[in-house]
């Protein structure tokens, strides 16, 4: 039998199995993002609230919604608490090198 993900040949265990492994099994399943539904719809308005573009360097490349106060430590989801950053620039706040 050959795997429906790898495409690797296995034995059969049970009558309807179609993965090699459980990591391939695992690999097939769609992904959860951990934003809700809504979310991707509020970025695209977000983001051109802000002009599509980063507010450190100006690019408009790959762009992440950046929380100034951190929901973790009590931030809001709101427009006052928003920054538009690259992934550069946004990797480099968490770094605390920005």
């Given at each position: 039998?050959?795997?429906?993900?790898?495409?690797?040949?296995?034995?059969l265990?049970?009558?309807?199995?179609?993965?090699?492994?459980?990591k391939?099994?695992?690999?097939s399943k769609?992904?959860r993002?951990?934003h809700?539904?809504?979310?991707?719809?509020?970025?695209?308005?977000?983001?051109?609230?802000?002009?599509?573009?980063?507010?450190?360097?100006?690019?408009?490349?790959?762009?992440?919604?950046?929380?100034?106060?951190?929901?973790?430590?009590g931030?809001?989801?709101?427009?006052?608490?928003?920054?538009?950053?690259?992934?550069?620039c946004?990797?480099?706040?968490?770094k605390?090198?920005?």
């Amino acid at each position: 039998m050959k795997c429906i993900k790898c495409k690797k040949e296995f034995k059969l265990r049970r009558a309807n199995q179609v993965y090699c492994s459980r990591k391939c099994q695992q690999l097939s399943k769609p992904s959860r993002h951990r934003h809700g539904s809504k979310y991707f719809r509020y970025r695209e308005i977000i983001l051109s609230c802000f002009n599509n573009e980063c507010k450190i360097c100006g690019s408009n490349h790959k762009l992440n919604i950046h929380h100034i106060i951190p929901l973790a430590l009590g931030g809001k989801n709101n427009i006052n608490n928003i920054a538009i950053l690259c992934e550069k620039c946004h990797q480099s706040i968490h770094k605390n090198i920005l």
